[in-house]
């Protein structure tokens, strides 16, 4: 299992979609960040937003995140973007059938869902990891098989939090990875982040006193 054990390295955060939230995360220390390109998403970043952002963000790494796209829209994103210095990770919080993961043929994480054909997908060569929601946790914290799995194939596992509240509950659990979306808790209005309340959060502290020396 891949884990991450140096100051907020642990954790993904998703739905940035200003400069300004960029500029905040990255400040705050988050390694890792994911972009919203899902359409129906409160948090989707116009594709010439994430261009712009891309040119000051200093990572080896971008995560993109999918749901029930075609194959076609998935492709045409990636080859837009084929160009940018950056290893491109994707994430899909879809069931889709097998065969539309394995045919686009790129690293990908998954969001598990009780009713998907998990057992397979967590197959897939080019998975790389799955995020575990909270709201399934009666569905998987007893998989034997997944747990298996994901030994075997040395998968990268996050416990997934739709907010900062049930992010926070997690956060003495410093041997595993964290996943956190940014919701309206941190919004003045819509789509407008309180930059100093995004700052002033508890879970940056929470996380940073149990980290390992």
């Not at 946790?137 to 298996?148: A, H, N, P, T």
Request: charged content about 25%.
């Amino acid at each position: 299992m891949i884990l991450y054990n140096s100051g907020m390295r642990n954790l993904l955060v998703h739905g940035c979609y200003d400069r300004a939230t960029l500029n905040t995360l990255t400040n705050l220390g988050i390694k890792r960040i994911a972009f919203d390109l899902r359409a129906t998403s409160p948090n989707l970043i116009p594709f010439k937003e994430l261009l712009s952002l891309l040119q000051q963000y200093n990572a080896e790494e971008i995560v993109l995140t999918f749901q029930n796209d075609k194959q076609n829209t998935v492709l045409s994103f990636l080859d837009l973007l084929k160009d940018e210095p950056f290893k491109i990770l994707l994430e899909f919080r879809d069931q889709k059938d097998i065969t539309y993961y394995h045919s686009l043929n790129v690293p990908f994480l998954w969001m598990f869902h009780p009713e998907a054909d998990w057992k397979n997908i967590m197959l897939l060569r080019k998975l790389k990891g799955v995020l575990l929601p909270l709201k399934w946790k009666e569905d998987y914290q007893e998989q034997g098989e997944l747990w298996d799995i994901i030994e075997q194939r040395n998968l990268e596992v996050f416990l997934h939090a739709e907010n900062f509240e049930d992010a926070q509950e997690l956060s003495h659990l410093n041997e595993i990875n964290l996943s956190l979306d940014l919701t309206a808790e941190i919004e003045t209005g819509y789509r407008r982040v309180d930059q100093e309340l995004l700052k002033k959060m508890e879970l940056w502290s929470k996380l940073n006193e149990n980290s390992p020396l």
